[in-house]
Structure formats: C-alpha cells, structure tokens
C-alpha cells in the first residue's frame, strides 16, 4: 500500500500547528494532528500527541496481537499522550491550555481491518466502489447538537460554532478516546483518508472522494484537496494523508 500526506499553513493562521506521521514498518500506522492553544502550545501539543503515540504503537505493537490486544495498545498510548501533553500545559506558561485532536489508524498484516484511536474534530473517511464513509464522529459542540436533534448535518456544517471541541487530548487530566476498529478490504481503487478540519470545513466528502479517484497518485490528490481548501479561503491549517490499496 501507498501513503502520502501533505500539510499547508493555509491563508490566515499565522503557524501551522498540525503534525502527521506515517509509519510502515512491521506494523503500519497513520496519525494526524490539529493542536490549539495559545501562540506556541498547538504546535507543541500535536507534535507531541503524534510522536508519543508512534513510540508507543512502535514498542507495543506486534503481527502475533488480537484485535482486543491492538485496541488495548492504541488506547493507551492516546493516555500516556495524554498525561505527558497536559503535564507539560502545567508546567510552561507558554503553554498553558494547549490541545490537540489526534485520530490515528493501524493496519494489521494479513487483516481485512482498519483499528481507530480518535479524539477530537479531525476526521478518518474510507472510499471504495460504494462511496466514500465517516468512520470517526466529531467531538464537537455541532455534533452532539446533531446527535440530540436540535440541528440537521446540513445546519451543522455552516453552524458559526462548530469549531468548538469537547473533548481534545491534552486539555484535561484524564481523557476517553474513541478506540474501534473498522472492516475494510484494502484493494485497488480503495482509500484511507484522515484529515484536520481544515480540509472537512471547506470540502466536502462526495468532492473528497472525486479529487482522490481521478487524479492520477495520490500525492496529486493531496496536493489539489489542499489547494481546495485554500482557494476557498484557508481559513485554518489543511492537512491530509492517503493511504491507497493496491
């Protein structure tokens, strides 16, 4: 399998603060990051969450696990982030109050499935010959306005709060991902996307699904979603990973 990822600032912020990781060794994973807070605390905080959580996943991970074991690893390595990231948001003033969003995906050799560790508004889709999916739910304000009836999907996507969080990595002491796993056959014409909200703000899915399947690599597909983003305005830094079957 091929994966790509590419990061932009955007057109407004004056930092970029997501970080990303792709790992294929023995056990592959992918991650993406949006952290917030203050004038330094975001970088810090998803630079962080992403390179506590690869150490962890590296030194944890094994082919021989059971999907119970995997989901174990990857919880916990969201809470030792989790303490670290917010120990350090005590400690230095600069960062005081920092965050981040982190959804992460692990591919087990030999599996006909996609393990999920996420917290936060970034966002994982799949895409295959159905359609393009939403495997994670938002930990946002608008969603649980969603999910209660107040609101429709379509009013969320122009509510003037939905960039408000509930729940990040980082912020509070003690913190509860979402860990899941997801049945998917990777095979050609079939796609993994994780992205930061700067790139689910302003595109959407079904025009998602579109960039990735006509261009012709993938690294051209994330090229011309970011270039989307920010044509559109670049409100916020656009980050955007694929991972493509084969």
């Keep these: 399998m091929e994966a790509k990822a590419m990061s932009d600032i955007g057109k407004v912020r004056r930092e970029n603060q997501d970080s990303f990781a792709i790992s294929q060794g023995e056990i592959p994973f992918y991650m993406v990051a949006d952290g917030m807070g203050g004038h330094k605390g975001g970088a810090v905080a998803s630079k962080e969450a992403v390179t506590l959580v690869s150490d962890h ?4 991970l094994t082919s021989e696990q059971t ?13 030792k982030a989790n303490e670290a990231v917010f120990e350090k948001s005590q400690d230095i003033e600069e960062c005081n109050g920092m965050g981040t969003t982190l959804t992460a995906a692990v591919t087990m050799p030999g599996e006909r499935k996609i393990y999920f560790a996420h917290i936060g508004d970034s966002r994982a889709y799949i895409m295959d010959k159905d359609g393009i999916f939403q495997v994670t739910k938002d930990h946002s304000l608008v969603q649980e306005l969603v999910k209660n009836g107040e609101i429709t999907e379509e009013e969320a996507q122009e509510h003037p709060k939905r960039n408000v969080i509930i729940r990040a990595l980082g912020t509070e002491e003690k913190v509860k991902p979402d860990v899941f796993s997801v049945d998917f056959s990777f095979e050609e014409d079939t796609y993994l996307l994780l992205c930061t909200d700067g790139l689910s703000n302003s595109v959407d899915p079904q025009e998602m699904k579109k960039m990735v399947q006509e261009n012709s690599n993938i690294e051209k597909a994330c090229s011309q979603l970011i270039e989307t983003a920010n044509n559109r305005g670049g409100q916020d830094n656009i980050t955007v990973l694929i991972l493509q079957g084969s």
Excluded at 57 to 60: C, F, P, S
């Design 57 to 60: 996943l590296q030194k944890y």
């Design 67 to 79: 999907g119970a074991e995997v989901e174990g690893i990857l919880y916990q390595s969201v809470i």
